[in-house]
């Protein structure tokens, strides 16, 4: 027959056996976004991790742009790294793994400027630390496992099996109401298509097969980056068959201190002006966006009637 003693000294080696168990298995887990990983030299945090179908650049070097294949999406990765050593380290590459153990594509060389790509043996100086943004190209609805940074030894976050997908889409602004996407909120106070304007002595008319649009817009810088600025070259008129024009015409029958300005934006700050475009006179016009280079759509605004 056990005595108690023996049933004691059973019960706490279990216990002990079962606490030891539980301490290496929270042991393997690796840190998640938001938290910091690190070997003795370097720490690493995922800040987050976003995906994204289309990107934009100036009209000029094609306004709106899509990943070649349909069926892929952009994977923007933001991640601060620090070093925790006495010695300038050198920075290597970060690598998104995914499920299968496979890495995604990286896209290089976008030029946006909320992509801080990380340069090759990039170096950072004890005690400071950097906030890079890398790009992939990844499959929809594939299942990403981690982001690996290269290190001696490897530091890895894990994304707890994030899916690559996109979020629903915000309700499409309408004449009055504020659009913002990446810092810049647009917000169309009216759209006319005015026969003729007039400005003292000049009377500016359409070419025939033309119409003018007349729009009064304003634009808010609504980050924290002064890199913002009114341009009214950004401008993208989008018409029911999905058409866009920006065809920009000579100020002649407004004042010029009407038109929308260029002009940098400090945080907070707005401007409002107006600008003149001239479309196909049969044009239904659907929708005005503000195209300037970032990650993901543009603020856009329906302005049909």
């Known amino acids: 027959m056990q005595t108690y003693w023996g049933c004691q000294i059973r019960f706490v080696l279990l216990m002990s056996v079962l606490f ?6 929270g042991c393997g887990q690796l840190p998640k976004v938001g938290e910091q990983a690190s070997n003795d030299k370097i720490g690493v945090t995922v800040n987050d991790i976003q995906f994204y179908d289309q ?6 070097l094609g306004g709106v742009k899509k990943p070649k294949d349909e069926n892929s999406l952009f994977a923007l990765v933001t991640l601060t790294v620090e070093n925790l050593g006495n010695e300038p380290q050198k920075i290597k590459r970060v690598k998104l793994i995914d499920a299968n153990g496979q890495d995604a594509d990286e896209l290089i060389g976008l030029g946006l400027p909320e992509i801080k790509d990380l340069k090759a043996d990039e170096v950072i100086n004890p005690g400071a630390q950097i906030t890079v943004t890398d790009v992939y190209v990844v499959p929809k609805g594939s299942v990403w496992d981690r982001v690996s940074f290269s290190a001696d030894p490897p530091i890895d ?3 707890e099996s994030r899916e690559a997908t996109m979020p629903p889409p915000p309700p499409l602004a309408k004449i009055g109401e504020p659009a913002e996407s990446g810092g810049v909120e647009m917000t169309v106070n009216s759209v006319t298509t005015p026969e003729q304007l007039t400005h003292g002595i000049i009377t500016q008319s359409a070419k025939p097969g033309s119409k003018l649009v007349l729009l009064d817009v304003t634009l808010k810088n609504v980050s924290i980056q002064p890199s913002h600025s009114s341009n009214e070259d950004n401008l993208m008129l989008i018409d029911a068959n999905n058409k866009t024009s920006n065809n920009i015409v000579v100020y002649l029958g407004i004042p010029v201190e009407e038109v929308l300005p260029l002009k940098d934006l ?3 700050e707005s401007v409002r002006g107006k600008v003149l475009r001239t479309v196909p006179a049969d044009a239904v016009l659907s929708k005005l966006q503000y195209v300037f ?3 993901g759509p543009p603020p856009e605004v329906d302005i049909s009637k």
């Open 266 to 268: 400090a945080p907070g």
């Open 55 to 60: 990107y934009c650049d100036t009209w000029l």
């Open 293 to 295: 280079p970032k990650m």
């Open 20 to 25: 030891s168990v539980l301490l290496l298995a």
């Open 157 to 159: 976050i894990s994304l």
